[in-house]
Nanobody
Framework: QVQLVESGGGSVQAGGSLRLSCVYS?????MAWFRQAPGKEREGSAT????????AYADSVKGRFTISQDKAKNTVYLRMNSLQPEDTATYYC????????????????????WGQGTQVTVSS
């Protein structure tokens, strides 16, 4: 069983930045950040292949968000810059041993392990 614990959420004004952290209890092949806004479905924001460090991003966050990892600290990060009100959501860390591709990484069902979520609120 892999446990994931997110932190770093909070309230920020538009244009601001936050860094989310996800501490994991055991290594997996892929880790990702998803988000869910009120009344909307959960959507993938970014993923990282823990082996090579390969990353992929949703178009909505590309160029503003950066996913990274620190294996020594068992932590995956999501650096979020130029935040906008539409980025307001609960952000979840997810992990999987499954094979992920650039075409299917945003599929929730591929991720077996999930954190409890951390709230990000961006005000205009």
């Amino acid at each position: 069983q892999v446990q994931l614990v997110e932190s770093g959420g909070g309230s920020v004004q538009a244009g601001g930045s936050l860094r989310l952290s996800c501490v994991y209890s055991a290594s997996t092949n892929y880790m990702a950040w998803f988000r869910q806004a009120p009344g909307k479905e959960r959507e993938g924001s970014a993923t990282i292949y823990t082996g090579s460090g390969y990353t992929a991003y949703a178009d909505s966050v590309k160029g503003r968000f950066t996913i990274s990892q620190d294996k020594a600290k068992n932590t995956v990060y999501l650096r979020m810059n130029s935040l906008q009100p539409e980025d307001t959501a609960t952000y979840y860390c997810a992990a999987t041993f499954s094979a992920i591709s650039s075409r299917n990484w945003k599929s929730e069902g591929l991720y077996k392990y999930w954190g409890q979520g951390t709230q990000v609120t961006v005000s205009s």
